[in-house]
């Protein structure tokens, strides 16, 4: 559960953003984010909630191992783990 | 399994960095000039990738890398675990994240309650949560458990406000009191830590140099993907070889010093610390996360009389008095050195908590088949 699951920010509305997730659309709270976030950011959640907003040189290596993850069955622990993050979300 | 065929299974995004990393972490561990080494992670995430990547056989010999009370489920102990039991055994609707339901407390889990007829849901954010109780009129006691990662969610839902029938029955624990505990305990001569990335994003990396002062031992935060971890392995093994007390950020892209102030300013108006046990390990002062006493209203302790009772009822199991996980989680062994691993103590039926939760040593042992490749009982 540590470690999160990151996505692109769509749409800001108040404390919550849609946020696209691997071609998933999900609303997270944004509370905890110490940054402000904007439409094309993208942000680590977890339990459905944005605790960091990712540096911008740093977004295609942080997606290589979750697209990774992915792609693999439930049944693998890491990625049941990142799964779980989703789940989390709100449609 | 041989190093050079250990690199070739790592599923490396740059296997070539990947070869020249372990080449640097066996350099550098040799040159330190004892052995073995042992030093500590404390996250489950870190030893799922460590796993997951095939990283362990490439490890030097002399390198020791163990994980510690890294698996917020696993350390949850017993009575926090009865006290959701009995609270769901008097009628109360408990929600939680998914691998409490199996965790065994003294006699009973939450999913034994549940095939009694207890009202026990899986949930995944505290906002799921939220939505059951605001389905229906029932009291609903959200079994809030994690590290301050998972607590600052907690925190953040109800700064924002709950509804009228939602209460908390806190078992969060915050993980840097816990290192203290495990780097006193003379018996596992941990030399180093590494801290796992995304704690740190929320406290900090400046939340170790206290206990760097105090304990003279160098820790370094790591990220997760393989790179990540060896990387953060090469730059603790030179600091134990050149007796460097500090703190070393290896995961900047995430982690500042001061860490997310807007969360932690969240946790803190939310939560207290306070002592407590830690399922199998010790009593960690300040280690527990309770609610400060302006959010009494929402404190299940307080709202409910829990009764503990009828929990005694029901023997605890012979096999649980077997289990190691205390021991596994202080890195004093490992799991093939417990004799229910993979025998009386399987992920389909669980013994011990390592083995319920996904972050767990033994699960992740078991489902990975790391033993085997490592070798059981290898500990010196």
């Known amino acids: 559960m540590c470690l999160g699951v990151p996505g692109r920010v769509l749409e800001v509305q108040g404390t919550i953003a849609v946020v696209d997730f691997f071609g998933v659309s999900r609303r997270v709270r944004l509370e905890l984010v110490d940054e402000p976030v904007a439409p094309g950011d993208y942000i680590l959640n977890h339990v459905g909630f944005a605790i960091r907003r990712i540096p911008e040189g740093d977004i295609a290596g942080t997606l290589a191992m979750y697209e990774q993850l992915l792609r693999e069955a439930e049944a693998d622990l890491m990625a049941g783990d990142v799964k779980s993050e989703l789940k989390g979300t709100r449609s | ?380």
Not at chain 2, 236 to 243: C, G
């Open chain 2, 1 to 380: 399994v041989s190093r050079d065929a250990a690199i070739g299974e790592l599923k490396f995004r740059d296997p070539q960095r990947g070869a020249a990393l372990a080449a640097a972490l066996a350099k550098t561990v040799a040159g330190i000039g004892r052995a073995p080494v042992s030093v500590m992670h404390v996250c489950g995430s870190h030893e799922q990738a460590i796993a997951r990547f095939g990283l362990r056989p490439a490890f030097p010999r002399d390198l020791h890398v163990i994980m510690g009370p890294g698996c917020p489920v696993c350390i949850t102990d017993q009575p926090e675990v009865d006290e959701a039991v009995a609270l769901a055994r008097q009628g109360i609707r408990i929600a939680t994240y998914g691998d409490m339901v199996r965790v065994p407390g003294t006699a009973a889990s939450l999913a034994d309650a549940r095939s009694e007829g207890a009202r026990v849901e899986v949930v995944y954010s505290i906002d799921q949560a939220i939505a059951l109780a605001a389905a229906g009129p029932d009291p609903l006691v959200f079994f809030a458990t994690g590290f301050e990662t998972t607590a600052v969610a907690t925190a953040a839902a109800i700064l924002a406000g709950l509804p009228d029938n939602f209460f908390i029955l806190s078992a969060h624990k915050y993980i840097p009191p816990v290192m203290e505990i495990v780097a006193e305990m003379p018996e596992s001569r941990i030399e180093g830590f590494i801290a796992a990335g995304h704690a740190a994003t929320i406290t900090g990396w400046g939340v170790f140099e206290a206990f760097v002062a105090r304990h003279r031992v160098p820790v370094v935060v790591a990220g997760f993907e393989p790179l990540d971890i060896l990387a953060a392995l090469v730059r603790l093994a030179e600091m134990i070889r050149d007796r460097v007390c500090a703190v070393d950020n290896m995961f900047p892209r995430c982690v500042s010093r001061d860490g997310n102030l807007v969360a932690q300013r969240q946790l803190w108006e939310v939560f207290r610390p306070i002592g407590g046990r830690w399922r199998g390990i010790a009593h960690v002062p300040n280690g527990n996360l309770r609610l400060l006493d302006r959010w009494s209203h929402l404190d299940a302790r307080r709202r409910f009389a829990i009764d503990l009772n009828m929990l005694w009822d029901a023997a605890p199991s012979l096999l649980s008095q077997q289990c190691v996980c205390g021991d596994i989680m202080s890195g004093l062994k490992t799991p093939g050195d417990c004799p229910l691993f993979g025998a009386d103590c399987v992920p389909d039926n669980p013994v011990g908590a390592c083995m319920v939760s996904s972050e767990g040593t033994c699960r992740i042992w078991h489902e990975y088949g790391v033993a085997s490749r490592v070798g059981v009982g290898r500990e010196s």
